[in-house]
């Protein structure tokens, strides 16, 4: 509905580790029912950024509110609403997939008459239906993190935030979760915030993209928006592409290789612990 609050409401927002400045007055607007991308070289502050929206971490300087709710003082309120897919391994080998979102069915306080039936639906949901009384260990990379998915998705959350959900899988099983999620995303109308490195996923799936670069959006708009504005800003008769607009936006910074020892371990931690 046009009234609707947005999904997410980001003014001023900044967050430093010491002297790094993290995120350095973001401000960002997530539409409700769109899919946003949120993009930017390694250390570019997406995680930071997306742990605030979702309470892990405070919000020091600035507002950021979700659905209406303030992340600073509504903090129960605005964990109800979402679901949240991190990173870093949330699944455990020992427990089976449905031992797995069961606990998180019972985290998330869904209500314990309908937690049998939900637990089902979100195995359902990911295509792990049949695989659900098998241990996670015995899953494949792609198999985890739609497992991962249906933990977040049993508590029904309103906005799914998805941390580089398909690094380090092959293309068949990055294509599978996002299949899995445009088709949740079609059934319940929910609104998902993304970050990802790969262009052509947020290209093909993304209804608006921001990207970032040193803790602030230096770009905003449909993947066609930004693609057209590059084009007509170089006149040369040139096609950009999505990665041509990533590159001019983060310039130097992909030179180097983009952000410090620490984001490129965590990076390859998560591509090898799902590989
Ligand atoms: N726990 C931490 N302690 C100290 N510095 C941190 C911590 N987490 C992040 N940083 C620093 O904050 C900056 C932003 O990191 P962040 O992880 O938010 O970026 P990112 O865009 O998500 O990167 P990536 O694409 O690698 O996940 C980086 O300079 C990073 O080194």
Redesign the pocket.
């Known amino acids: 509905m046009r009234d609707d609050p947005p999904a997410v409401s980001c003014t001023g927002l900044s967050y430093a580790?010491?002297q790094?400045?993290?995120?350095d007055g973001l401000d960002l607007t997530v539409v409700s029912g769109e899919v946003f991308g949120l993009l930017?070289?390694?250390?570019?502050?997406?995680?930071?950024?997306?742990?605030c929206v979702t309470t892990l971490l405070p919000v020091p300087t600035g507002m950021v509110r979700v659905f209406g709710h303030d992340a600073a003082t509504e903090q129960m309120a605005v964990r109800r609403l979402l679901g949240y897919v991190p990173?870093q391994l949330s699944a455990d080998a020992g427990l089976t997939g449905r031992e797995n979102v069961s606990l998180f069915a019972r985290v998330f306080d869904v209500p314990r008459r309908e937690r049998v039936a939900r637990v089902g639906q979100a195995l359902e949901a990911v295509g792990l239906a049949d695989a659900a009384d098998r241990l996670a260990a015995t899953y494949s990379g792609g198999m985890v993190r739609r497992l991962e998915l249906a933990q977040a998705l049993v508590s029904a959350p309103r906005l799914l935030m998805l941390?580089?959900p398909t690094i380090g899988l092959d293309p068949i099983a990055r294509t599978s979760v996002w299949e899995h999620i445009m088709a949740v995303r079609a059934a319940t109308g929910m609104t998902v915030l993304v970050?990802t490195?790969y262009m052509d996923e947020a290209d093909q799936y993304c209804d608006r993209i921001a990207l970032?670069h040193h803790?602030r959006v230096r770009a905003l708009g449909t993947p066609e928006q930004l693609t057209d504005d590059l084009r007509a800003r170089l006149g040369d008769g040139s096609v950009p592409t999505l990665e041509d607009v990533f590159r001019d936006v983060a310039g130097s910074g992909l030179e180097d290789g983009?952000?410090?020892f620490?984001?490129?371990r965590?990076?390859r931690n998560t591509a090898s612990r799902v590989g």
């Open positions: 580790f010491g790094t400045k993290a995120v930017g070289p390694n250390g570019a502050g997406k995680t930071t950024a997306i742990r990173q941390d580089e970050t490195h970032m803790g983009g952000g410090e620490r984001d490129v965590r990076t």
